[in-house]
């Protein structure tokens, strides 16, 4: 297929169209980047219910170097309530760290979750 003659006005109006859907493309991706740059994330790699009071949950951690989290985890029974959550401070360090928590319970869970992390307001 021929490319489209920029002189013909359909042409013109082909390449114009093309150029606003390429530009459209890079605008998105631009945004997709710039808004997940920097974020904190964690990824659950495991859990092990040692007993009706007590649960252990893995994680990973990801985040911008030097920066210290916050995360809260959970707990949560077999209809998803949640019957434990302890907050888990990760200092200032790597941007990317292994952690190992230990979830008191009130009852017995079945899967543990990191609910939130957010940023420590004096590390950024």
């Not at 980047?33 to 949950?57: E, H, I, K, N």
């Not at 990317?96 to 590390?123: I, K, N, Q």
């Amino acid at each position: 297929m021929p490319l489209p003659d920029p002189r013909d006005p359909a042409g013109r109006r082909t390449l114009l169209g093309v150029l606003a859907v390429v530009l459209a493309v890079a605008a998105v991706a631009w945004y997709g980047w710039t808004s997940t740059a920097g974020q904190v994330r964690p990824t659950v790699t495991g859990y092990q219910v040692g007993s009706d009071s007590r649960m252990t949950l893995e994680y990973d951690l990801v985040r911008p170097e030097g920066v210290g989290v916050t995360c809260r985890v959970s707990a949560l029974d077999g209809g998803k309530g949640r019957v434990g959550t302890v907050t888990d401070d990760v200092p200032a360090g790597a941007s990317v760290v292994h952690r190992v928590v230990e979830v008191r319970t009130s009852a017995r869970a079945v899967t543990g979750v990191v609910e939130s992390c957010v940023r420590d307001a004096t590390t950024g």
